[in-house]
């Protein structure tokens, strides 16, 4: 199986995960830089070329004691941007578990559709797609998104389907409307 047009980063709050999905996959995750800064801000890039690829971006978003839900959903956004500031052909975020993903609705009047927000985030950052397995309510994470495509989506891991592969990846959503 040819791998050169693939491209797999864990960062490293999900660094395990990304690494057993790799060794199923029998390849290596890609280097990349993660800094912190003294003020509390921080970089992620990628340490080697990404032009043209397919790239996928394994990281699970809940919070721990090492950083917030808040403070992994911006370091994966900026780091989605980065990516497509380097020339990705595709962007894929795997994010196993979807942070705000139970705020799909209004329970109240005036009450945030905190969903639809971070979707829109994933949208602004340029991504082609995002897989999830933490689905509240699946009806309303597929609305949440931009999505104009009915076609599946597949994965390019030469005959390895959806369910196989990464161990069991499950609900998708093409995120690009319009291609580049």
Same mark, same amino acid.
């Given at each position: ?41 921080h970089k992620t890039r990628p340490l080697e ?12 978003? !809940? ?33 196993? !578990?979807?942070? !705000? ?80």
């Open positions: 199986m040819n791998h050169d047009n693939i491209a797999v980063f864990a960062p490293k709050s999900g660094r395990e995960f990304g690494e057993r999905v790799c060794s199923h996959l029998g390849i290596a995750p890609c280097a990349l830089e993660e800094r912190d800064f003294e003020d509390g801000e070329s990404v032009r043209g690829k397919d790239v996928f971006v394994i990281q699970s978003l !809940y919070g721990d004691a090492g950083q917030s839900v808040n403070d992994k959903l911006c370091r994966l956004l900026f780091f989605l941007g980065a990516l497509r500031d380097a020339s990705a052909e595709r962007v894929t975020a795997v994010v196993p !578990y979807l942070c !705000y993903a139970r705020k799909d609705r209004r329970s109240k009047s005036r009450d945030p559709v905190t969903t639809r927000y971070v979707a829109e985030l994933f949208e602004a950052m340029g991504i082609d797609r995002l897989v999830t397995l933490d689905v509240h309510n699946l009806t309303a994470f597929q609305n949440e998104f931009d999505y104009r495509d009915p076609g599946s989506i597949s994965f390019p891991f030469g005959g390895t389907q959806p369910g196989e592969a990464a161990a069991g990846f499950g609900h998708h959503r093409r995120v690009r409307s319009t291609p580049r």
